[in-house]
């Protein structure tokens, strides 16, 4: 099931992928499909199986998983192979309800989410890039400066009063495990959890002049902060709301923009107010870093240790890699999840 924040879709729009989704069939026995582009930018997708859900999964709203990933249509393909990992390793899928920002609301990725997981309960939130009008600073990579790489910091303001908690996730993962275990995460008082990375220099998310302002430096006194990856996340939205953490994060947002304090884009002011003060997970939830550095994206090995999660954080992207014909190894781990279709027209069977 599926929803616009706005309104419903189209019924002329529904008929039509209807229409193309089930294409006639030939007294040959030969079926000949042909599915338009649903934009020139948009990549096309074949339809993922149905998943149920196991005989012990619950069916009302407590047990709902609830997800959160931002649509670009430049990461659109990741995000498809990340959607299709989590229902093909959950034990209930028909429990995840995704909710979806998106910069531009386009009946067009609309339609290809639709078609491509046609039983997804999914929903689509407009982003308003006027929220960070004059907040985002130039960072060292140009597609960490797209203000829909800032739309996580307001999950609390877009989502629904009803949806208390949400696992936030990049487009560039592939889930190998069942994110429930994830999910299930005893937050405590806390209004985050993520893989936490102690062994991280710390210092060098931040700049000089950050670290020799007596003022600035002090922000950490009384903890001890940790570098985390803000591409997994579990949010506690009721206390991110109530304890008002989107403007503490802005306040910080807005300091860059005046004294330049990190190189970094949303990740840094995350860790100025958060650091230090989050529920720690394992790291097998987010085997960051495939994607190399923010420079070149270099190929890189996995870390040693179990995995219930690939992120492809950094340049390099798997599936640009794929179709370069230069991928690095780790990208064969995530081509089976990749339901891009490159050809407009099929024959079957």
């Not at 937050?187 to 600035?216: I, Q, R």
């Not at 492809?312 to 190894?329: E, I, Q, T, V, Y």
């Amino acid at each position: 099931m599926a929803f616009w924040s706005s309104s419903s879709p189209l019924p002329l729009l529904g008929l039509l992928s209807y229409l193309l989704l089930h294409p006639i069939t030939s007294t040959t026995g030969i079926r000949v499909g042909v599915i338009r582009r649903p934009a020139p930018d948009l990549p096309m997708f074949r339809e993922a199986p149905a998943f149920v859900n196991a005989n012990a999964c619950g069916s009302h709203s407590a047990n709902k998983i609830h997800i959160s990933m931002t649509l670009d249509a430049n990461y659109l393909r990741g995000t498809m192979a990340a959607v299709l990992s989590m229902l093909q390793h959950s034990t209930c899928p028909e429990n995840f309800v995704f909710h979806f920002l998106a910069a531009r609301s386009e009946r067009e990725i609309y339609s290809s989410i639709n078609s491509t997981f046609p039983y997804l309960n999914f929903q689509i939130y407009r982003f308003d890039s006027n929220r960070v009008r004059g907040k985002i600073s130039k960072s060292i990579r140009q597609a960490l400066d797209q203000p829909l790489n800032y739309a996580r910091i307001y999950l609390a303001d877009i989502l629904p009063s009803n949806v208390a908690r949400v696992i936030y996730l990049d487009s560039d993962v592939i889930v190998v495990d069942d994110i429930s275990k994830l999910w299930e995460v005893d937050l405590g008082t806390k209004v985050m959890a993520a893989p936490e990375y102690c062994h991280a220099n710390f210092t060098n998310y931040f700049t000089d002049s950050f670290w020799s302002d007596p003022s600035f430096a002090s922000t950490f006194e009384g903890r001890k902060p940790c570098y985390f990856n803000t591409g997994v996340m579990v949010l506690d939205v009721d206390k991110w709301r109530k304890d008002g953490y989107t403007q503490k994060v802005e306040e910080w947002m807005l300091v860059q923009k005046q004294r330049r304090i990190y190189h970094l884009g949303s990740l840094p002011p995350f860790l100025l107010v958060l650091a230090g003060n989050i529920k720690a997970v394992d790291h097998r939830w987010n085997q960051h870093g495939l994607g190399g550095d923010n420079f070149e994206g270099k190929c890189r090995s996995l870390h040693p240790g179990p995995i219930s999660l690939l992120h492809w954080s950094g340049k390099g992207k798997p599936w640009l890699r794929l179709d370069s014909r230069k991928p690095c190894p780790i990208d064969h781990l995530w081509a089976p999840y990749d339901l891009y279709r490159p050809s407009r027209t099929w024959l079957e069977e």
